[in-house]
């Protein structure tokens, strides 16, 4: 699996979150919400340091990646968040 976020999403994701420099942003399975690659789960976003990476990338010094404990999720796809400029918010897409 490999994560890619393009410049337009992690600049989305720095405005709205007010991060700097050097954070990581998990994304992470839960349970409900719509729209997900797993019935009845999405993706979810949270602050935290890496444990055990899964996957990972960095895009304008964040790191955004997967805990090995949320791998299950993808079924073998990888992650592409991109940017949706009709929405004006970041989309997930599965690849592969």
Known sequence: ???EVTEQA???YQDELE?????SLRFLVRYGGSGG????FSLAIQ???PVEPHASTEVNGIT????????????DKS???????TWEEPE???VG
């Open 19 to 23: 991060l700097e420099n050097e954070v």
């Open 37 to 40: 690659l797993q019935p009845g």
């Open 92 to 94: 997930f897409n599965y």
């Open 79 to 85: 992650l592409k968040v991109d940017y949706n400029t």
């Open 1 to 3: 699996m490999n994560i």
């Open 64 to 75: 955004f990646f997967v805990e090995e404990s949320d791998a299950w999720y993808f079924d």
């Open 47 to 49: 602050l935290e340091e």
């Open 10 to 12: 992690a600049k989305w």
